[in-house]
């Protein structure tokens, strides 16, 4: 599996950003895929969840209502639009697949990550 992230930038407090994810090396549209962040100095966090075909997504608290996680299998791509972004959300974001055998709620990834794409957001 491999995944190519972009759309990162730096933004005010309260601004937005769309991150895209493009995954080649496996049928997109056969598995759950995700969003992680790593701020610097930190282990890396689960941001969203989308299963294979859309229809159901999770979030972490900190990004509730804020952040969006969606899908286009015919483009093998999957999007994270960010809304009302704070210093907080300050990292490199990174895009992932499920594991085998992992559902929505027993999640687990893949051991492959791209190179991610930077989000600074300023106070």
């Known amino acids: 599996a491999q995944f190519e992230e972009s759309g990162g930038g730096s933004v005010q407090a309260g601004g937005s950003l769309r991150l895209s994810c493009t995954a080649s090396?496996?049928?997109?549209?056969?598995?759950?895929m995700s969003w992680h962040r790593q701020a610097p100095g930190k282990e890396r966090e689960l941001v969203a969840v989308?299963?294979?075909?859309?229809?159901?997504?999770k979030y972490a608290e900190s990004v509730k209502g804020r952040f969006t996680i969606s899908r286009d299998n015919a483009k093998d791509t999957v999007y994270l639009q960010m809304n009302n972004l704070k210093p907080e959300d300050t990292a490199t974001y990174y895009c992932?697949?499920?594991?085998?055998?992992?559902?929505?709620?027993?999640?687990?990834?893949?051991?492959?990550w791209g190179k991610g794409t930077l989000v600074t957001v300023a106070s």
């Open positions: 992932n697949r499920a594991g085998v055998g992992a559902s929505i709620e027993y999640y687990h990834v893949t051991e492959y």
């Open positions: 090396g496996f049928d997109f549209g056969g598995w759950i």
């Open positions: 989308i299963s294979s075909l859309g229809g159901t997504t």
